[in-house]
């Protein structure tokens, strides 16, 4: 029973988010958005809000997990119990047409949850960064508040944990020690299984599926879910998932913001942004780089007046709050979390492998591993040492063919005017970020003084969780704008999209 309550924990966190949303940004975000998107986002709000009330509880010495877990599991039903109504009012009025055929696509999705949906209450810790890090600081929040829990995170020897990355993550779990009253490695995964399914749902809705059924959003729904990254971190604790949620939300937000002309798009896209950076280091570069490229197209289009926007930024500080003060109270940093001081002081060095990491980094990410192989006589420059392996060699152990579908999708729909410039702010987001991530790697020392550790670290998985978040974003954003091209018309004015049935 522990264990159910723990598993529904985070849908129920969705209707809550829904709720908070409403009444953030009034009547017209229901209007703009399907039931399905407004889950999607509920859930990103009420994960980004909960977790980071649960951490400023655990600074200030109280374990509010517990009563902030049953608060979400009880809010959630009652808002669950209000929409049930409206749903059914709107299947009554479905009319099933032969386009509707292509939901069949579906079904391997729905046989895929449930599995995973089985297997997330019935394995425990599988990844070792998951019990050196995230799940250790998890029972460290759990277990200790206040001054003693800052005794234990200026600790030297814990310097290994990453005391100073973001805390969402753990908070996440908190809230599921909370509600099954102890510490329980088995309900960690109920948040990244949830995470796909809204990502899914949120990506299906904002395409009218439901609606206007079109193979193009179900195909990309069925590539990400069976992609091998997927699979495998759908069954890890830790961040990543998080991180593919967060980007690939934001992402989604960003482009239909600027295709429809409309900032409340923009508005709920800013706080999937700042979940991002609230889970990882790379959700943090991702933020300000979407400031930067956004900023311009707000000031141009007068939505700095709006007070929509601000709203929305009221509350992304006001989340961060909780972890800056954890960052004031000067937590045990990581060795190479001083990776920017290295690269100050090294330059030369720096600048001389950015390109090196930059390339192995994009290159490991399209071609297969017997291709893609790389080594060094001098352990200064590169030497390929890689076959032709036919087909094989285009087929990422990851991500399968998906960097070449999109970069074809990508061309396509760059041809497109009405999209094009969403096009273009996206792909420079996306490049921009994982720029700066090649970068980050350049200014280790261990990467400057031998290019075969480079080799090693870049073409290994390891660095392939942190591309596949923002190649996923990259992908997903670009569907959604095909879609926004078959509803929006060539002037990008904003369109009121009719009522969805399943609205509540």
């Excluded at 490695?185 to 809204?198: G, L, S, T």
């Excluded at 295709?259 to 798009?265: F, P, S």
């Excluded at 480079?454 to 704008?481: C, D, H, M």
Aim: proline letters at 6%.
């Amino acid at each position: 029973m522990k264990e159910f309550l723990a598993f529904i924990l985070p849908p129920m966190l969705a209707f809550a988010g829904m709720r908070v949303l409403r009444l953030l940004f009034g009547a017209k975000f229901e209007s703009c958005f399907g039931a399905g998107l407004r889950w999607t986002l509920g859930l990103a709000a009420g994960m980004l809000i909960f977790s980071q009330a649960a951490l400023l509880g655990a600074l200030a010495g109280v374990n509010l997990a517990a009563p902030l877990a049953w608060l979400a599991l009880v809010w959630g039903v009652v808002e669950a119990g209000l929409l049930v109504p409206g749903m059914m009012a709107g299947l009554q009025r479905f009319k099933f047409l032969p386009r509707h055929l292509w939901l069949l696509l579906l079904l391997p999705v729905l046989f895929y949850c449930w599995v995973f949906g089985r297997l997330s209450t019935l394995e425990g810790t599988l990844e070792f960064d998951a019990n050196a890090f995230w799940v250790f600081k998890t029972k460290v929040l759990f277990l200790e508040q206040g001054s003693h829990l800052l005794y234990w995170v200026r600790q030297p020897g814990l310097a290994y944990a990453h005391w100073d990355y973001p805390l969402l993550v753990p908070c996440l779990y908190l809230l599921d020690y909370g509600i099954v009253g102890g510490v329980d490695e088995f309900v960690n995964k109920v948040w990244p299984f949830w995470m796909v399914v809204a990502l899914c749902v949120g990506t299906l809705s904002l395409a009218k599926f439901w609606q206007r059924p079109h193979p193009l959003p179900i195909l990309a729904v069925v590539i990400f879910c069976f992609m091998p990254a997927t699979i495998y971190f759908i069954r890890q604790e830790g961040g990543t998932m998080p991180t593919v949620f967060f980007v690939s939300l934001a992402a989604i937000m960003l482009v239909s913001a600027i295709v429809r002309a409309d900032e409340l798009y923009l508005a709920v896209g800013m706080l999937s942004a700042a979940g991002a950076a609230m889970s990882k280091f790379e959700g943090i570069i991702y933020l300000v780089i979407s400031f930067c490229v956004m900023l311009p197209i707000c000031w141009r289009r007068g939505w700095l007046n709006k007070h929509v926007l601000w709203r929305s930024a009221l509350i992304c500080l006001l989340c961060a709050l909780p972890y800056l003060w954890f960052r004031l109270d000067k937590p045990i940093a990581h060795p190479e979390s001083s990776w920017w001081r290295d690269g100050l002081a090294t330059p030369a060095a720096t600048l001389h492998r950015f390109p090196q990491a930059l390339f192995l980094n994009f290159g490991g990410r399209f071609f297969g591993p017997g291709f893609f192989q790389w080594r060094s006589d001098d352990h200064n420059h590169l030497v390929w040492a890689g076959k032709w392996t036919g087909i094989n060699s285009f087929f990422n152990e990851q991500l399968y063919f998906l960097p070449w579908i999109m970069l074809v999708v990508l061309a396509f729909a760059w041809r497109q005017k009405p999209i094009r410039r969403a096009v273009t702010v996206l792909s420079a987001l996306i490049i921009g970020v994982l720029a700066i991530l090649a970068l980050s790697i350049s200014c280790l020392p261990a990467m400057q003084g031998d290019v075969t550790n480079l080799i090693q670290f870049s073409t290994s998985n390891e660095v392939g969780r942190y591309s596949y978040p923002f190649i996923t974003a990259w992908f997903l954003g670009i569907i959604v704008l095909w879609c926004e091209m078959l509803e929006v018309p060539s002037q990008q004015e904003p369109a009121q999209p009719p009522a969805d049935p399943t609205n509540a």
